[in-house]
């Protein structure tokens, strides 16, 4: 089962082959991306990869987190699942904020 691991304080250089090839030596890389901003491209300072297997991405923690990386001790966790960014705790509702409730407009 793949694992997906959170990579943070980037370079902003790294791209996402760097990623690669830096974890796969702690094992089978299925994916690596650098979150880049998505107007300018450029990065973002984090980044995801996604080993083969629980026991690669707990070695790849060991291995790589706060460790050097061109100048900057990256830091390597478990990747945390995305919270929906819309939750029922909200408190806009759909009025629009309305400034001019209850007066005519005319």
């Not at 991306?33 to 060991?62: C, L, P």
């Not at 939750?87 to 509702?93: K, L, M, Q, V």
């Amino acid at each position: 089962m793949p694992s997906k691991l959170y990579v943070g304080n980037l370079p902003y250089s790294v791209s996402d082959r760097d990623l690669e090839e830096l974890f796969s030596q702690a094992g089978q890389v299925e994916s690596a991306t650098v979150i880049t901003d998505k107007f300018s491209g450029q990065s973002k300072g984090f980044g995801f990869v996604e080993m083969a297997s629980a026991e690669e991405a707990a070695k790849a923690i060991q291995q790589f987190n706060d460790t050097d990386l061109r100048g900057r001790n990256i830091k390597v966790n478990e990747a945390k699942p995305r919270e929906s960014s819309f939750s029922g705790n909200n408190r806009r509702s759909g009025n629009g904020g309305g400034g001019n409730r209850g007066r005519n407009r005319w």
